[in-house]
């Protein structure tokens, strides 16, 4: 119901930062729960972080949590993730996810809308 664009990806240095966005159009924007996940090659994709409908409940996987910040802003219908003190192993394609409920949220199944993808390269 909702459609997803994400930007913001690129090449990026040891200990450099990114900001992500997600633009969001097709549905009711605070009506939904925004995640990000990453995939990088070869491996499982893994939960990032979450934000609630209004922007004032957020949780984060483990190695983000106090590096990766995930924000949202409704009158502009986008999600953000800032990223600080990057290292070579957040190299991956970071995905922009939508759903209704908060449930089970670190889970990728229960999202029902995807964008598709920006890649992030962080050299060593």
């Known amino acids: 119901q909702v459609q997803l664009v994400e930007s913001g990806g690129g090449l990026v240095q040891t200990g450099g930062s990114l900001r992500l966005s997600c633009a969001a159009s097709?549905?009711?924007?605070?009506?939904?729960?925004m995640a990000w996940f990453r995939q990088a090659p070869g491996k499982e994709r893994e939960f990032v972080a979450v934000?609630?409908?209004?922007?004032?409940?957020?949780d984060y996987g483990d190695s983000m949590k106090d590096r990766f910040t995930i924000s949202r802003d409704n009158a502009k219908n986008t999600v953000y993730l800032q990223m600080n003190s990057l290292k070579p192993e957040d190299t991956a394609v970071y995905y922009c996810?939508?759903?209704?409920?908060?449930?089970?949220?670190?889970?990728?199944?229960?999202?029902?809308?995807w964008g598709q993808g920006t890649q992030v390269t962080v050299s060593s």
């Open positions: 996810a939508a759903r209704r409920n908060f449930y089970r949220v670190g889970v990728p199944g229960g999202y029902g809308s």
């Open positions: 097709g549905g009711t924007f605070s009506s939904y729960v």
């Open positions: 934000v609630g409908w209004s922007g004032g409940a957020t």
